[in-house]
């Protein structure tokens, strides 16, 4: 029986770092595990130029605790208006390294997003000639599409016609949680990958609705069907490079999630690699974790793997009730469980 895990470190492609308070309180538990972060701009106001991303960067190191070494890659949030030389620039200037696809109105702070990918033609011509990488929050927003629907049909009505539109394009599927998103990214050729969160690999939207209304379990997209979240895991654990790691750690007050109209968003940073891990084992996948985790994604990124190793013990990982961020009381995703395994480093 396996009792550690050794792998390249990882990297995580996908987190919500937040500002203020917030990052000086979480900054530290992306950082301990990861050495590099897609970091969302998802701010208020977005982060929607270099130079605001700029600053942005430099109080996420400043937030990071002495001694670790931790790389922010910064995206830039796409509105309507965003002016292409300035994100052109930004990428050669090595500020930006992706641009972020927020429909409008399709999650936490995004009322400024692309409200038509029409708007952004120009920008992701451009894209797609300098190879940049567009990150994508694939849900419609529109009133008539149920909410469990709204991934499946923006597959169909807005990323299928952009691709096809725009076949260099590189693109990652975010924070995927169906099995069409599965089937669709299978299908699409090497500019085209998905990220997986370690929920939507744990718990469909059960989790969220039986015996009782689960504010901690409910992140966008939302959990869906049984059926889904086994594909989802399938995807995860294939070995298939397009599929790889991106937590989409979002963290909101306990306050805020335990409310008559609850953020979307779960905080799952601290205790990510342990959870992902659970997962492979469960699939007896555990070999094939170190490509998911930390070689796919600077494959697809076009960026070196890193260099150093860290270690998971096979033994027990008591989660917490609450994670402090300062002030602020968050909620980390399975808490009150024990998981099977603890990254020692
Ligand atoms: N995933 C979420 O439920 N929430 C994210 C936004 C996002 O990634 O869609 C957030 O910023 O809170
Ligand atoms: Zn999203
Ligand atoms: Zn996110």
Same mark, same amino acid.
């Given at each position: ?10 990297? $995580? ?7 203020? !308070?917030?990052? !000086? ?12 972060? +897609?970091?969302? =701009?998802?701010?208020?106001? =977005? ?32 509105? $309507?208006?965003? @002016? ?34 029409? *708007? ?25 599409? @149920?909410? #469990? ?46 990220? +997986? ?6 718990? *469909? ?34 070995? *298939? &490079? ?8 979002? &963290? ?14 779960? #905080? *799952? ?10 997962? #492979? ?34 033994? @027990?990982?008591?989660?917490? $009730? ?24």
């Amino acid at each position: 029986m396996t009792q550690s895990l050794t792998i390249r470190r990882p990297d $995580d492609w996908h987190v919500h770092l937040r500002d203020g !308070e917030m990052l !000086e309180g979480v900054a530290e538990h992306t950082a301990r595990q990861f050495a590099r972060a +897609i970091v969302m =701009p998802n701010l208020s106001p =977005p982060v929607t130029t270099a130079d605001a991303a700029r600053a942005y960067r430099e109080r996420i190191l400043a937030a990071v605790p002495e001694g670790m070494a931790f790389e922010p890659l910064m995206t830039c949030y796409l509105t $309507d208006k965003t @002016d292409p030389a300035d994100i052109r620039r930004g990428f050669a200037e090595g500020v930006f390294t992706a641009a972020k696809l927020y429909p409008a109105g399709a999650t936490t702070n995004s009322d400024s997003g692309v409200t038509d990918v029409a *708007n952004i033609r120009g920008v992701l011509e451009m894209m797609a000639e300098i190879g940049m990488v567009l990150c994508v929050h694939g849900e419609v927003t529109s009133a008539d599409i @149920d909410i #469990f629907d709204r991934e499946a049909v923006f597959i169909e009505r807005v990323l299928a016609p952009l691709l096809a539109d725009l076949p260099a394009l590189k693109v990652v599927f975010e924070h995927i949680t169906t099995e069409d998103a599965v089937r669709f990214v299978e299908g699409q050729g090497d500019n085209v990958a998905a990220t +997986i969160t370690p929920q939507h690999l744990h718990i *469909n939207r059960n989790a969220m609705l039986v015996g009782g209304i689960r504010p901690h379990a409910y992140c966008l997209p939302v959990a869906k069907r049984e059926k889904h979240r086994l594909a989802l895991r399938k995807a995860a654990t294939s070995g *298939n &490079p397009k599929f790889f790691l991106g937590t989409d750690s979002a &963290p909101h007050a306990r306050e805020a999630k335990e409310s008559a109209c609850g953020c979307a968003g779960i #905080f *799952n940073a601290p205790y990510a690699l342990e959870s992902y891990l659970a997962v #492979f084992e469960e699939e007896d996948a555990l070999e094939r974790f170190e490509g998911f985790a930390s070689l796919y994604g600077p494959a697809f990124y076009g960026l070196p793997v890193n260099a150093n190793t860290i270690t998971l013990e096979k033994r @027990d990982c008591a989660v917490p $009730d609450i994670v402090d961020a300062g002030e602020v009381r968050l909620v980390p995703f399975h808490a009150g469980e024990t998981l099977g395994w603890t990254y020692t480093g």
